[in-house]
């Protein structure tokens, strides 16, 4: 995996930017039941990127959640237009998932895996080609 940095992203409105300054250590597909309540698609397209490589603008308002794998996770999204942008989960702090549908150009995100599939709904389409995990994918 490879991406040209920075990686820029932000919301709808543009109060809320974002700048990722390093590689992002991983990408998916999560299918789980409150990414999909959370985004509003069949699956939120993700990013992993170090939390110190993520310079944020803006100020966001974050809502939490508890996950599937029982982690509370926080999700940030913009208070004035509601894009979801990025979330914090609190087991893994070093760690930020950013949105790839909120990035500049989200015709650079590469995603390697599908996890949560299980929680997938039968209209949901995915990847043939990309190994699937029944819940949390341990390698991204
Ligand atoms: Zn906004
Ligand atoms: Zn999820």
Known sequence: MSYKLPITGGCLCGQVR????????????????????????????VLFVHANALDITGTYK????????????????????????????????????????????????QPHVDFWVADAQPWDTMNPDLPKFEKNAKHF
């Not at 991983?26 to 699956?43: D, P, T």
Request: glycine share 10%; net charge positive.
């Open 18 to 45: 974002y700048s990722i300054s390093a590689e992002p250590v991983g990408s998916g597909n999560c299918h789980c039941k409150s990414c999909q309540k959370a985004v509003g698609a069949a699956y939120l397209a």
């Open 62 to 109: 974050e809502f939490p959640t508890i996950a599937a794998s029982g982690n509370k996770v926080y999700r940030g999204f913009c208070p004035t237009c509601g894009t979801a942008l990025f979330g914090r989960n609190t087991a893994h702090q070093e760690i930020r998932p950013v949105t790839a549908a909120s990035l500049d150009d989200p015709a650079i995100f």
